[in-house]
């Protein structure tokens, strides 16, 4: 079907329905083993922000995609192409679940606001894949079985159901083990990127150990908790590219409890005392490093 790329025109926002596709934190990853398929097994510790990339949907005449926002020029020049784009990939595979059943599903606009950083291990692409999914479902006033639903998010990437849940969970196997962490607090966060790409298979292939104890879950006391605990790709990634480290230490600088990489890079992380030390942090960063991504940003936890 024929896709629009214009980001002039944006049937789907005049629809007033929206999903939010929140950016995903690693608190900490542990790398525990290895499949015979060559996928890595990991222990991940895995919140959401209240910042991230939005998706608009409308009933249309015929499928369109439109694109904004800061980072909407670094997607690939074949956006419209399923295989190159999860959100048109995330709307096919759930139209034909639901064809199957013999339940309808009309031609859509959708209208992506992209606001994260491209490939930032922050999971931008697969929440907005998870978004499409619940948009859709609603535009459409569809439903499937929750296993179902779940089979999908994960054909479209091992991030995708963690992402479909957006609340904090212990994420194990390739990812798609999940257990809810109810116990985990909000946290106020500045992120961090220098927008210098990461190769994810390079530095699973630097890893040099690969069987790692696993991750425990505390009762309270989870700042002190996650500071015992790291981020296996971190050192890996550290060694590629550089401005990891130079602003990992910046964010330090800045007084942060906790700076980490989120992922597989390049965004770090770092955990500040409340929301507004974090925006004081992020402003500042901003004005040192203008061509880079910093943002303020708390994350999902009990009583939020």
């Not at 209240?50 to 499928?63: C, E, H, P, Q």
């Not at 609340?167 to 196997?173: D, L, N, S, T, Y």
């Not at 590629?240 to 989120?262: D, F, H, K, Y």
Request: some cysteine; proline content about 7%; aromatic content about 6%.
């Amino acid at each position: 079907m024929p896709s629009d790329l214009s980001v002039e025109t944006r049937p789907a926002r005049k629809a007033g329905l929206f999903e939010w596709a929140p950016a995903k934190i690693n608190l900490a990853l542990h790398v525990t083993g290895k499949r015979a398929d060559g996928y890595h097994l990991i222990e991940s510790i895995v919140t959401f922000a209240d910042t991230g990339d939005r998706l608009d949907f409308g009933v249309a005449k015929t499928d369109s995609f439109g694109i904004s926002g800061r980072f909407a020029h670094l997607l690939p020049t074949d956006a419209a192409d399923e295989q190159a784009n999860l959100v048109l990939k995330a709307r096919n595979l759930l139209r034909r679940a639901l064809a199957d059943k013999g339940l309808p599903a009309a031609p859509v606009s959708i209208h992506l606001e992209k606001n994260l950083p491209i490939a930032a291990g922050i999971g931008g692409g697969s929440s907005d894949a998870a978004a499409t999914l619940r948009g859709l479902l609603r535009l459409w006033g569809a439903s499937l079985p929750e296993a179902e639903l779940a089979a999908i998010a994960l054909s479209l990437g091992a991030d995708v159901p963690m992402c479909l849940k957006g609340e904090p969970v212990m994420a194990k196997g390739i990812g798609e083990e999940l257990t809810a962490l109810p116990t985990l607090p909000p946290l106020s966060l500045v992120l961090g990127n220098p927008l210098v790409g990461v190769s994810t298979p390079e530095i699973f292939k630097r890893l040099t150990k690969k069987d790692n104890p696993p991750v425990t879950v505390p009762g309270s006391d989870w700042v002190g908790f996650l500071k015992t605990l790291r981020n296996d790709l971190e050192p890996p990634a550290r060694s590629l590219v550089r401005e990891i480290g130079q602003i990992s230490g910046m964010i330090g600088a800045e007084g942060a409890v906790i700076t980490r990489m989120s992922g597989s890079g390049a965004t770090c992380f770092g955990i500040f005392p409340s929301r507004e030390l974090a925006e004081k942090a992020a402003e500042n960063l901003t004005r040192r490093q203008p061509d880079w991504y910093f943002q303020a940003a708390q994350t999902v936890g009990r009583g939020t």
